[in-house]
C-alpha cells in the first residue's frame, strides 16, 4: 500500500489511512509489545483482531452504522477498515437532541444483542448523514450484564461532559432515550449512577 497517512498510534495499534484496491480506507495494525512472551503476544494479537472484525460484522448485522470490514489479517494482526467520512460527534452534538437520540438508539440496539463497546466515547463516533457511525471496537466483548453495560454508558457520558460541563440536556436526551428502547435499560441506567456514586468516594 503506497502514500499511507498516519492518523493515530496510540499504546495498542498504529493507524493510517491507506488504499485498498482503489477504495478509501484505514489499515489498523495492533502493535507488538516486546515486554510480553512472543508466543503468547503473537496468540493475544490473534484474538483481539478476531473480536474486533466479529464485533463490527455483528453490529452491521443488526443494522447499524459501522465500518465496513474490508479484509482481516490475524498473523499480521491487521485489519483495513473502510475510511468513514464525516464529523466526529463531539463536533455535532450540542444542541441536536435528534441526534443524541440516534446515538442512544444505536447503542441500545448493541447492548440487547449483548455486544459491549468498550470504549464508547464522542471520539469514536463519526457523524455519516446525520447518523452515528460506530468505530473503533478493539476494547469491545461480549456481554449480557448490566454493569457491563452501565459502565459502557457512563464512558459516554465521561467524554460528553468533560468536552463540556454544561451538556446536561444532551446527555438527559441520551440518558432517556437509552431508558426506554435498551432492555432493563432503567435498571441499566441505575447502575450507572451506582457506580458513578462509588467512584466519587474512591
Same mark, same amino acid.
Given at each position: 500500500?503506497?502514500?499511507?497517512?498516519?492518523?493515530? !498510534?496510540?499504546?495498542?495499534?498504529?493507524?493510517?489511512?491507506?488504499?485498498?484496491?482503489? !477504495?478509501?480506507?484505514?489499515?489498523?495494525?495492533?502493535?507488538?509489545?516486546?515486554?510480553?512472551?512472543?508466543?503468547?503476544?503473537?496468540? /493475544?494479537?490473534?484474538?483481539?483482531?478476531?473480536?474486533?472484525?466479529? /464485533?463490527?460484522?455483528?453490529?452491521?448485522?443488526?443494522?447499524?452504522?459501522?465500518?465496513?470490514?474490508?479484509?482481516?489479517?490475524?498473523?499480521?494482526?491487521?485489519?483495513?477498515?473502510?475510511?468513514?467520512?464525516?464529523?466526529?460527534?463531539?463536533?455535532?452534538?450540542?444542541?441536536?437532541?435528534? /441526534?443524541?437520540?440516534? !446515538?442512544?438508539?444505536?447503542?441500545?440496539?448493541?447492548?440487547?444483542?449483548?455486544?459491549?463497546?468498550?470504549?464508547?466515547?464522542?471520539?469514536?463516533?463519526?457523524?455519516?448523514? *446525520? *447518523?452515528?457511525?460506530?468505530?473503533?471496537?478493539?476494547?469491545?466483548?461480549?456481554?449480557?450484564?448490566?454493569?457491563?453495560?452501565?459502565?459502557?454508558?457512563?464512558?459516554?457520558?465521561?467524554?460528553? /461532559?468533560?468536552?463540556?460541563?454544561?451538556?446536561?440536556?444532551?446527555?438527559?436526551?441520551?440518558?432517556?432515550?437509552?431508558?426506554?428502547?435498551?432492555?432493563?435499560?432503567?435498571?441499566? !441506567?441505575?447502575?450507572?449512577?451506582?457506580?458513578?456514586?462509588?467512584?466519587?468516594?474512591?
Amino acid at each position: 500500500m503506497k502514500s499511507e497517512k498516519i492518523l493515530r !498510534i496510540g499504546a495498542e495499534a498504529k493507524i493510517a489511512r491507506t488504499k485498498w484496491h482503489g !477504495i478509501d480506507a484505514v489499515r489498523k495494525v495492533r502493535l507488538r509489545k516486546g515486554y510480553r512472551n512472543k508466543v503468547l503476544d503473537s496468540e /493475544l494479537t490473534k484474538s483481539r483482531i478476531k473480536r474486533e472484525a466479529a /464485533l463490527l460484522h455483528k453490529a452491521k448485522l443488526l443494522g447499524l452504522n459501522t465500518a465496513v470490514v474490508l479484509d482481516v489479517d490475524v498473523n499480521s494482526g491487521e485489519l483495513i477498515l473502510e475510511y468513514v467520512a464525516g464529523k466526529k460527534a463531539k463536533e455535532c452534538i450540542e444542541k441536536n437532541t435528534r /441526534l443524541c437520540k440516534k !446515538i442512544a438508539e444505536a447503542i441500545a440496539k448493541l447492548h440487547n444483542s449483548g455486544v459491549i463497546h468498550g470504549d464508547l466515547t464522542l471520539d469514536n463516533m463519526i457523524i455519516r448523514e *446525520k *447518523k452515528p457511525v460506530f468505530i473503533d471496537f478493539s476494547l469491545g466483548f461480549y456481554s449480557d450484564k448490566l454493569e457491563d453495560k452501565a459502565t459502557d454508558l457512563l464512558n459516554l457520558k465521561k467524554s460528553l /461532559l468533560a468536552l463540556r460541563p454544561d451538556l446536561k440536556k444532551e446527555w438527559q436526551s441520551i440518558e432517556a432515550t437509552y431508558a426506554k428502547k435498551a432492555r432493563k435499560g432503567r435498571e441499566i !441506567i441505575a447502575n450507572m449512577h451506582a457506580i458513578e456514586s462509588r467512584a466519587r468516594y474512591i
